[in-house]
Every structure is written in structure tokens, then in C-alpha cells.
């Protein structure tokens, strides 16, 4: 449960999480202005969830090239995660909170 009724706490921080909205004005393949870490970003067109690789690729952590161009009247979504460091994962046996 996020919350009780009547309060609104976010699921994920601002923090741990980066969200860019590309409206697509003519033909474009590259989108610049992103900010990730490769392997930890997901790209949506017109709210489908493309495939790293065969729909597009993600190497540089600022830019998104797609296979395919997106036209006029798409919309491109790059949703980015933070990652984490290994200080940050309690064990699964004998792991305790502090």
C-alpha cells in the first residue's frame, strides 16, 4: 500500500527516476537532452515499450537513436533509472536493517 486515503506519496523519487516527452514535429530517428545509465532506461512511442537493440539503441547515457524514424504526431517517452550500489541490497539470508 503507497499510502492512505486521502494522501499522495510517489511510488518511485524524483530522484531514482528521469522521464523526457519527445512530441515529434517531422521525421526523427536521434533524441539528445536524455540523461542515463546504459542498460537502465526504457523508451515508449506512442506508449508501446520498445526493445534495446532491435527498436533502438542507448549507449552514450544522452542521446536515443531509433531503428526505425518516428513521424509527425509520435510521442517519445525515455523513462531513465538511477542505479544503485551494492551497499544499498540487504542479503536474502541473515541480512538485517540497520
Known amino acids: 500500500m503507497a499510502g492512505y486515503i486521502g494522501t499522495r ?3 518511485v523519487s524524483p530522484g531514482a527516476e528521469r522521464k523526457r516527452v ?4 517531422g521525421s526523427q530517428s536521434v533524441f539528445t537532452g536524455v540523461l542515463y545509465t546504459p542498460g537502465f532506461v526504457h523508451v515508449f512511442k506512442n506508449g508501446e515499450r520498445l526493445v534495446e537493440g532491435t527498436d533502438y539503441t542507448g549507449s552514450d547515457g544522452t542521446s536515443i537513436t531509433l531503428t526505425s524514424p ?3 504526431g509520435d510521442v517519445v517517452v525515455v523513462i531513465s533509472n538511477a542505479t544503485f550500489d551494492i551497499a544499498d541490497v540487504v542479503p536474502s539470508t541473515g541480512g538485517t536493517f540497520q
Open 9 to 11: 506519496i510517489p511510488v
Open 22 to 25: 519527445f512530441n515529434v514535429t
Open 70 to 72: 518516428a513521424t509527425g
